[in-house]
């Protein structure tokens, strides 16, 4: 592990289990069709990046970065069909 982890291993642990809780209320509100699910997935992701970047996890930092884009298409594309529903009615 690199030297930040290992100085500071107890924030960077409660960090971890802040973007866990992130996905998992971000997963709940999808499930419940709200909106503000990608918002929290988006925030998650982000919360991953440093987190991977100080432990040296590439993959990890890899797969959020592109979750983290495919999270902000999915919250365009809903908020746009949302916007184009409130014009239909």
Same mark, same amino acid.
């Given at each position: 592990? /690199? %030297?930040?982890? /290992?100085?500071?291993?107890?924030? !960077? ?5 802040? %973007? ?5 209320? *971000?997963?709940?509100?999808?499930? %419940?069709? +709200?909106? /503000?699910? !990608?918002?929290? !997935? ?15 996890? !590439? ?8 979750? *983290? ?9 809903? +908020? +746009?069909?949302?916007?184009? /529903?409130?014009? %239909?009615?």
């Amino acid at each position: 592990m /690199s %030297a930040v982890l /290992s100085d500071g291993a107890g924030l !960077w642990q409660v960090f971890g289990w802040v %973007a866990i809780g992130l996905d998992i209320c *971000g997963n709940v509100l999808l499930g %419940a069709k +709200r909106q /503000s699910g !990608w918002l929290v !997935w988006i925030v998650c992701n982000a919360c991953w990046v440093p987190y991977a970047i100080a432990s040296s996890s !590439w993959a990890v930092l890899a797969n959020h970065v592109v979750f *983290g884009l495919f999270n902000v298409y999915g919250w365009y594309k809903w +908020r +746009r069909s949302s916007v184009a /529903s409130l014009g %239909a009615k």
